[in-house]
T-cell receptor, first 112, second 118 residues
Framework: AQTVTQSQPEMSVQEAETVTLSCTYDTSESDYYLFWYKQPPSRQMILVIRQEAYKQQNATENRFSVNFQKAAKSFSLKISDSQLGDAAMYFCAYAQRGDMRFGAGTRLTVKP | NAGVMQNPRHLVRRRGQEARLRCSPMKGHSHVYWYRQLPEEGLKFMVYLQKENIIDESGMPKERFSAEFPKEGPSILRIQQVVRGDSAAYFC????????????????FGEGSRLTVL
């Protein structure tokens, strides 16, 4: 079974600074998807960014970007110009043929 | 286009009672997933269903838990004889089928149903 590992239970960043959240995964497949989801206190799961494994170019969504290293099976999320509203749990997820598995999450705190 | 709808949002049951959680996928989505989230933990996969068919139930506890997605109506996650350890948030997600016939990678989540067992 595929596993997703987030080695940072908690991270903290100063407002307007940059923070990187780590994620590694284990798979023998070559075609899959990777995601970062944000879960604020409301518990709603919000898609932050998505990466298709066959694309070498790193995905970017405004202040959010990823560093996708397929050979290393690494998928980190970089948040630039951090804002107070970025404070949440962040989950890395792997999906292949409809099967999505999540990491344990990283709690991000943003300090004013 | 309404999102994934889950109800009830909050459910309180006493030990030994039954809990039924409902999920209506987004319009046009034919795949439903159930996840459980314990406090301060990530989402754990439970089951993946298509209409009238269970695709993968490898994350479902062997006893007391069942899920269905009938031809008509919402998907139901049923927990019989609930125990305190069943207290959690249960998330439903749905996904469409891409034009190629394979399942799109992204899941669209409901707001979750929080079950509290007294």
């Amino acid at each position: 079974a595929q596993t997703v590992t987030q080695s940072q239970p908690e991270m903290s960043v100063q407002e307007a600074e940059t923070v990187t959240l780590s994620c590694t995964y284990d798979t023998s497949e070559s075609d899959y998807y990777l995601f970062w989801y944000k879960q604020p206190p409301s518990r709603q799961m919000i898609l932050v960014i998505r990466q298709e494994a066959y694309k070498q170019q790193n995905a970017t969504e405004n202040r959010f970007s990823v560093n996708f290293q397929k050979a290393a099976k690494s998928f980190s999320l970089k948040i630039s110009d951090s804002q107070l509203g970025d404070a949440a749990m962040y989950f890395c997820a792997y999906a292949q043929r409809g099967d999505m598995r999540f990491g344990a999450g990283t709690r991000l705190t943003v300090k004013p | 286009n309404a999102g994934v709808m889950q109800n009830p949002r909050h459910l309180v049951r006493r030990r030994g009672q039954e809990a039924r959680l409902r999920c209506s996928p987004m319009k046009g989505h034919s795949h439903v997933y159930w996840y459980r989230q314990l406090p301060e933990e990530g989402l754990k996969f439970m089951v993946y269903l298509q209409k009238e068919n269970i695709i993968d139930e490898s994350g479902m506890p062997k006893e007391r838990f069942s899920a269905e997605f009938p031809k008509e109506g919402p998907s139901i996650l049923r927990i019989q004889q609930v125990v305190r350890g069943d207290s959690a948030a249960y998330f439903c997600a749905s996904s469409p089928i891409t034009g190629r016939g394979s399942v799109s990678g992204e899941l669209f989540f409901g707001e979750g149903s929080r079950l509290t067992v007294l």
